[in-house]
């Protein structure tokens, strides 16, 4: 039972993802509901269970904003497109601040970006401004959606239709 499931919200906004173990929990418990199953089923002693790929909570939940997330390299990587926001190179990749630390620098959504190693080491501690080395994408906190490309890189099709793409964050919100 080692799979992932998609949760989403009430709303059908995509919030997490969790084990097959939970979401069967989840949808036990009548907190969840499934919207997407998979062909087989789970089977249990005393019964036969559907499969969860997708699943909804029944009451919404607060969860908090994508901005005050903790950092991490896989969510910046992730948001960056795994390129150099200098070079545009996919390798050796790094973290970089803007405004480095040494000079007044955070580390927040604002300030971090994927840098290749050759590009960190050149931009040392000094300014974009003083180097010419500017972004080629204004650092900004990422859509919800990149961290559920963080916890699942690889994700089933049946969760497309209900991952935002382009802006649009209820894909496959019911009318």
């Excluded at 994508?66 to 948001?79: D, M």
């Excluded at 390129?83 to 990749?93: R, S």
């Excluded at 859509?143 to 935002?164: C, E, G, H, K, T």
Aim: aromatic share 6%; proline share 9%; net charge positive.
């Amino acid at each position: 039972m080692a799979q992932q499931v998609l949760v989403l919200n009430a709303t059908y906004e995509p919030i997490n993802v969790c084990s097959l173990q939970r979401a069967v929990v989840l949808v036990l418990k009548n907190k969840a509901e499934v919207l997407e199953k998979a062909a087989r089923s789970i089977r249990s002693a005393a019964a036969t269970h559907v499969h969860p790929l997708v699943i909804r909570l029944v009451y919404f939940v607060r969860v908090p904003r994508h901005e005050s997330r903790r950092i991490s390299r896989r969510a910046v990587f992730a948001r960056d497109g795994y390129e150099c926001q200098y070079c545009g190179v996919g390798t050796h990749l790094t973290l970089d601040h803007v405004i480095p630390r040494s000079r007044g620098g955070r580390s927040s959504w604002e300030n971090v970006v994927t840098s290749c190693a050759p590009c960190n080491l050149r931009k040392g501690n000094r300014l974009p401004a003083e180097i010419g080395m500017h972004p080629r994408t204004k650092p900004r906190p990422p859509r919800p959606d990149v961290f559920i490309s963080v916890a699942a890189p690889r994700q089933p099709n049946a969760w497309l239709p209900y991952l935002s793409r382009g802006g649009s964050i209820l894909a496959a919100a019911p009318s």
